[in-house]
């Protein structure tokens, strides 16, 4: 290092540190951090849950809306809003990602021979169930929050989803 600060002080720098931030300049440094940490939050949630920032976004802000509204419903009808609501909320969000997770590991790690050039991996497939039973949960929830605070859009399209969710599992109502 003492060669380097050597070599930029015959270019008028005093140091490492003065040539970056002359150079990159401070903001575009404390950016790089910033947009480093991100990419490797982004490149473990890809991983780890086998969805995009995108998706990741989305679910985080359904899950923040049926929370929000789950506390708006429950003040609308009397009940008290507890601080351990808030603790059952964070054990229903880290027993939803365990559930997305272990299923993505498995069906990632797992390699399933080919019949007739189809891959017949039963975890890709116990995979999308349960992210779909999962963000279909939170909906249904969300839903019945917003009738509860007298939305009337909520109720209809609780009737449509759950009708059409019903009719192509065959379960009756």
């Not at 920032?53 to 008290?80: D, N």
Request: net charge positive; hydrophobic share 50%.
């Amino acid at each position: 290092m003492k060669t380097l600060n050597f070599i930029l002080q015959g270019f008028g720098f005093k140091n490492w540190l003065d040539f970056k931030i002359s150079t990159f300049g401070y903001i575009a440094l404390n950016t790089t951090k910033t947009a480093s940490v991100l990419a490797a939050i982004t490149t473990f949630i890809e991983e780890a849950f086998g969805f995009n920032h995108k998706f990741l976004i989305s679910y985080v802000v359904l899950i923040i809306c049926e929370w929000i509204t789950g506390v708006a419903a429950s003040y609308k009808k009397g009940e008290k809003h507890e601080s351990r609501k808030l603790g059952r909320m964070l054990l229903k969000v880290m027993v939803y990602s365990l559930l997305i997770y272990i299923p993505n590991t498995f069906q990632k790690e797992s390699q399933f021979p080919e019949i007739a050039g189809y891959e017949i991996d039963p975890f890709i497939w116990l995979y999308w169930i349960v992210l779909f039973v999962i963000i279909w949960q939170l909906l249904v929830s969300l839903l019945e929050n917003l009738d509860v605070l007298d939305f009337k859009f909520a109720k209809i399209l609780l009737k449509i989803i759950n009708k059409k969710v019903y009719e192509k599992l065959g379960v009756d109502e």
